[in-house]
């Protein structure tokens, strides 16, 4: 009876007939201990499983090697590896059932050094691998990319005549498939006479792990027509995933439709790729509505709507879906908190990214580099780069990502020297630079005003690193160049690219133009622009901007005229505030916010004492032909300052005022926040789409260089 329930379940029922039994006075055999751990390892019930082996010690069963293979077993399966290596170091004899439950266990948790070395071992000590041996070890070496492993395994195979059957061949072309090898993947899939569907699943799982999404489609395709039934949820949620890889929408709902038809959208394994496959596709409203329609719902159907909102621009969607997985009592994981820190990066949500920093120690998260990473990426981004650089350097492990983040976090502050200082350690440790350390260093020499270091640094990326230059590190000289006023320079500098210059290139001369006030060389850039298709809003702005600047208010008009002619619309100034949690936004003109009254008459007062103090309004940073006092008005309540009003009259003395604008700041509001410092004795940080800005009595880190 005990075995019949450990086989078939309810294994409890083996467990409590176990005890039945002992109870009674009958005495456990090496018959029963091997079938009732099998029962504890269904239940992953480790409790038990330690106390039968206590039972198994006191009949001194625990040297059987039937005993010792299920107690090995168990504990394998219970993550107890290290207890598992205990009783099989203790077996006085092994035989080859109990060195592939060792190799088998140490493959299933992820552990390739300790599974291959197992598979090592067993041959020094004379015992021949067979097919559940090779079954066993495969799936670790291709979850780690080792194909010339892999390859070893495969022709171990073929020497010692392994039958080639469809579970060992299927091994094999999964192996393939995982180390990016989809052409011996296919060799094999086409060499098997008898295919399952494991089979197929393996084939179009490799077109899409190898990016051939058309392939795995077509495979598919196949498998329907040749075997007969329905596709597995497994299956199905491979191809769906390959879906969301080539970005295809329509295709994606035809599976949903599929899967819907079939009655496998309650598998959770279908769902969650269904809704990753719907954020990855830039439709979050249809992920939405798919995630509330889920019956079931784990950490990864929450992790996936959390990347999605986060990927496509929704964070504070993000921070509420997160909220709400807390209070559906489902456990965030580290790839949900990969979701979570990024979305506080984006809002400046700094208390929320350090109850997240908190709860990633707790969980033991922290250790992990790419929540590492992600950590001194939120620190960065909200305000806090010294915090970052503490991360960093607490970190045991880097990979050549973290080296990146905390210099661009550095030239995101204005702290070009600091970014290249870490640049010159980074070349003493093992991680070389790739073409994004040169991509942040540029930028933090832009930042920073640092023209001769960023020329160094863009000409030895190619002549000592081999980096060739990409149209991104073009853009970040041209952008280094443009805002030191060497505009020449940066015009002659696209000129000999060796590529064509795209509207991105084009936009940054642009802006240094309008910083310069070179309305010439502003249109013609503006006509290189519209020559090559302008790809945002931003071109228009600047041109705009540099019209009105220069008081020619019908070239301006024109302007907005043949932008809206294009379908461009202008992104309204938005800034934001975290208060107590909370995150607070505001645009220019706002009336919307509850305590609006005592925003605009904390703005008022200190317009008058900014007044006192010698403050004129800058008029020019008004795109609009009206009155002075007009223009007044329309500067007093930009976005920036509405949201640095708020802060001051809703958070303490001590606490720091972060804000963060979806546009650059504008110069007036630069200039006010200066005197603000100065009249209230309180510090303000601005972070705006290029830098951030830290106002300090009366004084701007960014040296005026912005």
């Known amino acids: 009876m005990i075995r019949a329930y450990a086989w078939d379940g309810p294994f409890e029922k083996a467990v409590d007939l176990y005890d039945e039994m002992v109870d009674s006075g009958i ?45 090995v077993d168990f504990y394998l399966k219970c993550g107890r590896l290290g207890d598992a290596r205990e009783v099989f170091d203790g077996m006085p004899e092994r035989d080859v059932v109990a060195w592939n439950a060792m190799v088998s266990g140490f493959s299933s948790h992820g552990c390739y050094w300790d599974a291959v070395g197992l598979v090592l071992e067993m041959q020094q000590q004379g015992m021949e691998p067979n097919s559940s041996t090779v079954l066993a070890v495969l799936p670790v070496i291709g979850e780690a990319s080792r194909l010339n492993q892999g390859k070893a395994v495969h022709g171990f195979c073929l020497r010692k005549g392994i039958k080639f059957d469809v579970m060992v061949g299927t091994a094999i072309l999964d192996m393939y498939g995982k180390c990016g090898l989809l052409v011996y993947a296919k060799k094999i899939f086409h060499g098997l006479t008898l295919k399952n569907e494991v089979t197929w699943s393996a084939i179009i799982g490799a077109c899409v792990t190898c990016n051939s999404i058309g392939e795995g489609l077509d495979f598919f395709e196949k498998m329907r027509m040749e075997l007969y039934g329905s596709p597995s949820p497994v299956m199905l949620a491979t191809v769906v995933r390959g879906c969301a890889k080539l970005n295809d929408l329509n295709i994606g709902k035809q599976l949903h439709c599929y899967t819907t038809k079939l009655g496998f959208n309650s598998e959770l394994i279908v769902g969650n790729t269904l809704l990753s496959m719907y954020a990855k596709c830039g439709s979050v409203d249809d992920a939405m509505r798919f995630f509330e329609a889920m019956e079931f719902k784990d950490s990864v159907s929450y992790s996936a709507l959390i990347s999605g909102c986060v990927q496509n621009g929704y964070a504070e969607e993000a921070l509420q879906m997160f909220h709400k997985m807390q209070l559906a009592c489902v456990v965030p994981e580290s790839a949900t908190m990969m979701g979570f820190l990024p979305a506080c990066s984006y809002l400046s949500a700094l208390q929320h990214g350090i109850c997240g920093h908190s709860y990633s120690v707790v969980r033991g998260f922290a250790s992990d580099i790419s929540i590492s990473n992600a950590l001194i990426d939120m620190y960065s981004k ?44 980074m070349q003493n440790g093992p991680h070389k630079p790739d073409d994004v350390t040169f991509i942040a260093l540029l930028s933090a020499c832009s930042h920073a005003g640092l023209v001769t270091e960023g020329k160094h640094l863009f000409l030895v990326m190619s002549k000592e690193f081999n980096i060739a230059p990409k149209m991104d590190h073009y853009f970040c000289m041209v952008d280094l160049l443009g805002r030191a006023g060497f505009l020449d320079e940066a015009h002659k500098l696209i000129k000999t690219m060796p590529f064509d210059p795209d509207a991105h290139i084009w936009n940054a001369l642009l802006s240094a133009c309008r910083t310069h006030k070179n309305i010439e060389l502003g249109e013609e850039v503006s006509s290189k622009i519209q020559s090559v298709g302008p790809t945002s809003t931003g071109n228009f702005v600047l041109l705009f901007n540099l019209y009105t600047t220069a008081r020619r208010w019908d070239d301006a008009a024109n302007v907005r005229i043949h932008q809206k002619e294009l379908g461009f619309k202008k992104k309204p100034g938005c800034s934001w505030i975290e208060v107590n949690g909370n995150i607070h936004a505001f645009i220019g003109g706002d009336l919307s916010h509850k305590e609006s009254y005592e925003i605009y008459k904390k703005l008022e007062d200190l317009f008058t004492e900014m007044k006192r103090l010698g403050y004129n309004t800058e008029s020019d940073f008004v795109y609009h032909d009206v009155e002075e006092e007009e223009k007044e008005k329309i500067l007093l309540y930009h976005s920036e300052k509405l949201a640095v009003a708020y802060g001051l009259i809703s958070l303490k003395e001590d606490k720091p005022i972060v804000i963060t604008k979806n546009l650059r700041v504008c110069g007036d509001c630069h200039t006010a926040l200066k005197y603000i410092t100065i009249i209230t004795k309180r510090e303000i940080t601005v972070r705006d789409t290029s830098r951030f800005h830290h106002f300090r009595d009366g004084v701007c880190s960014c040296g005026e260089f912005w």
């Open 27 to 71: 005495t456990p055999t090496k018959y029963t201990f091997p079938f009732v751990l099998k029962a504890c390892s269904a239940l992953l019930d480790a409790e038990t499983g330690v106390k039968i082996h206590a039972h198994a010690k006191r009949q001194s069963l625990d040297s059987d090697v039937y005993v010792c293979t299920a107690l």
């Open 382 to 425: 909200c305000g806090k780069v010294d915090s970052a650089r503490r991360v960093f350097d607490n970190m045991s492990h880097r990979d050549v990502v973290s080296w990146n983040a905390m210099i661009v976090g550095y030239g995101i502050h204005g702290l070009g020297k600091d970014a290249i200082t870490l640049f010159q350690q």
